[in-house]
């Protein structure tokens, strides 16, 4: 709705507020039988030869509030009303000398106001959608800068707790501080490709799969392991974004996990990512490799490996589950509830920018 169509804050009359409503053609009616009524009282004090002037009046105001269409059937309404009444012949619509002239410099002088009335009421209506774009925008710039400030506290959270976890592991193991910095920087340096990645205006309808192919692929580069292959088949579904990251991070920690402990010493290997969505929405992202699987004995919650924490904290912290499996190598399954579907609603954004930190903050 045009802001030019309603009444101000305080009740006063603005213009086109009564356009495309029946009411404006009514008072139409109405102004030409106000405007007939005091031309015939006031009769004589007006000057000879001017019969419009009381009409006048009514063709602007009907005009500046009801639009073209009632200005148009105030012009006619009062043309004829003058020509039948106030113009000799009286009560008559017979042409006499003398009569055509009025009857088109009246309706000259009408057609400009109609016209000009119209041309402001659109420039009113440009002004009106351009205001409302800037309070958008401005509304937009605040909530941005407020994202802005939010992530960047969480990341930092996050940064926190990971170092935390790893002062743990080197006050446990005093020699693995070397090997416990290298860790903390490949983890920090993951989570700002995947930053960068999902906040690139470039690749801003790049489908899911596309996403986690090409930070796959990336990994792969990074731990110098060319040879092995990582295929991504998982449909262009939409997920929010405060699950989005986490499980970008999950993936990647996993992904990275199966490189450096499940072909080490191979001159060749196969990961494969794919999804599924249940019955009842939910979403399950399977990522299998052909390594050398897990241990004997292996149990997910009983495992004391920093990656492997930090990867069941994440899902955990988005409401997901996870589970490993020793399958001709190793697979993990990763399930996020309905709400990660198509379609996914936002209500929960707010409650999800803490997540992130929150789970490397709470294990630490």
């Keep these: 709705m045009n802001l030019s169509k309603d009444p101000g804050p305080d009740g006063r009359l603005t213009a086109g507020m009564l356009r495309g409503r029946p009411v404006g053609y009514v008072l139409a009616v109405a102004s030409v039988v106000l405007a007939l009524g005091i031309r015939i009282l006031v009769g004589d004090a007006f000057p000879a030869g ?17 639009g073209v269409g009632p200005g148009i059937l105030t012009t006619v309404l009062s043309l ?19 009569t055509v002239m009025p009857l088109l410099f009246f309706v000259g002088v009408a057609g400009i106001d109609i016209t000009l009335i119209a041309i402001m009421q659109d420039a009113l ?10 309070a958008r925008l401005y509304d937009q710039q605040l909530s941005l800068f407020a994202e802005l400030q939010h992530r960047v ?35 920090i340096g993951t989570m700002s490709r995947v930053h960068r990645r999902l906040y690139d205006p470039a690749a801003a309808n790049r489908a899911l799969g596309g996403h986690l192919q090409a930070m796959c692929d990336e990994l792969v580069g990074l731990t110098g392991m060319a040879h092995i292959q990582v295929r991504v088949d998982v449909p262009d579904l939409q997920i929010a974004l405060p699950q989005l990251l ?9 992904v990275t996990n199966s490189l450096k402990h499940g072909f080490a010493g191979r001159d060749h290997g196969r990961i494969t990512i794919t999804s599924e969505t249940g019955a009842d929405g939910a979403v399950m992202f399977v990522i299998r490799d052909n390594g050398v699987g897990l241990p004997d004995g292996f149990a997910l919650s009983q495992s004391s490996g920093l990656g492997i924490r930090i990867v069941d904290g994440l899902v955990r912290q988005i409401g997901g589950t996870i589970a490993t499996a020793a399958e001709g190598g190793t697979v993990t399954r990763i399930t996020l509830p309905a709400m990660a579907s198509d379609n996914a609603p936002e209500a929960d954004v707010e409650t999800g920018r803490d997540r992130l930190g929150a789970a490397v903050t709470r294990m630490a």
């Design 80 to 98: 004829l009303s003058a020509w039948f009444v106030l113009i000799a012949p009286y009560y008559s619509f017979r042409i006499v000398d003398g």
């Design 246 to 254: 986490p499980l970008s991070l999950v993936v990647a920690e996993t």
């Design 153 to 187: 506290a969480n990341n930092m959270a996050f940064i926190s707790g990971l170092l935390r976890l790893q002062k743990r592991r080197i006050a446990a193991e005093p020699a693995s501080v070397a090997s416990a910095f290298d860790e903390a920087v490949q983890r």
């Design 50 to 66: 001017f019969p419009f002037l009381t009409f006048f009046p009514a063709i602007i105001i009907i005009s500046y509030l009801a």
């Design 125 to 134: 209506d440009r002004l009106s959608e351009e205001r409302r774009l800037t």
